[in-house]
């Protein structure tokens, strides 16, 4: 099942259309449970979409309790808060600097502690309880040879069935991460997927085809239990993919 595929004209589009999933996930959310449980993605894509939402004359902002809204991480980098390779930094720039979230709603992962896998894993065992943690929704980036969050190709967190946080080590300019496993983005009540630009078209095809190898292409360990999966992609990431050719 690779859930739903969107492909709209290009990045702006689809962080729109982003933005909008966000506020209804969130309305949903409180309307059924009081509150709003987020994890964030790193990476550039989402960038405009933090911004968008944050945008105090833009459509989408009045919509968001932003008091009753958690916000986490699906990974991050092991570097300062303050450093540009920082997720948090990104996503505290273009939208949590703006909003009204309260401080002890945003849970950044504490990529300086020795053992900062470990102590997310009790930030999120406090706020869900002992079941996996069921967030409302996980939003999630596509690397072009196919990893999401710090989920790498051949990497042994990919078949990780306990552990709800793991650190990683991968081959990249940063090579130490922190990064939720598979049992934890599977409890999702929502993931979506943003992937833009023609660098993600292998990748895509590839996560999207219909051979499953998912120590291969990571992003396809993405199936929620009992979630709905949606993948928002621009014309350039989509053009191999056999039904959205050009
Ligand atoms: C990270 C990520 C990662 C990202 C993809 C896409 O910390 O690097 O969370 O999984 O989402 O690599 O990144 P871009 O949006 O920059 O292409």
């Not at 990476?43 to 459509?59: E, Q, S």
């Not at 992962?109 to 102590?119: L, S």
């Not at 599977?186 to 499953?212: D, I, M, S, Y």
């Amino acid at each position: 099942m690779t859930g739903t595929i969107e492909v709209l004209a290009d990045a702006e589009a689809v962080c729109r259309r982003a933005a909008e999933g966000f506020v209804r996930s969130a309305e949903a959310a409180v309307g059924a449970r009081g509150r709003f449980a987020v994890a964030l993605s790193g990476g550039h894509t989402p960038r405009r979409l933090y911004a968008l939402l944050a945008d105090p004359a833009g459509p989408y902002r009045a919509g968001i309790a932003w008091d009753r809204t958690h916000v986490f991480w699906g990974d991050e980098r092991c570097v300062p808060p303050d450093s540009a390779d920082s997720n948090y930094r990104m996503a505290y720039e273009a939208l949590l600097a703006h909003v009204p979230v309260p401080a002890a709603q945003i849970h950044r992962m504490p990529v300086e502690q020795p053992d900062g896998a470990g102590a997310y894993a009790r930030t999120l065992r406090a706020f869900f309880g002992a079941q996996p943690p069921r967030f409302d929704l996980v939003l999630l980036g596509l690397g072009p040879e196919g990893h999401t969050a710090s989920l790498f190709p051949g990497s042994p967190a990919l078949t990780e069935a306990t552990r709800w946080v793991v650190p990683v080590e991968v081959e990249q300019a940063v090579r130490h991460r922190i990064t939720l496993t598979p049992p934890v983005l599977n409890a999702a009540g929502q993931v979506t997927f943003l992937a833009c630009g023609a660098e993600k078209a292998e990748a895509l095809r590839g996560v999207l085809g219909a051979e499953r190898r998912p120590s291969h292409w990571p992003a396809q360990i993405v199936q929620p239990a009992d979630g709905a999966l949606l993948w928002l992609l621009d014309r350039e990431a989509a053009r191999l993919l056999p039904s959205h050719r050009s």
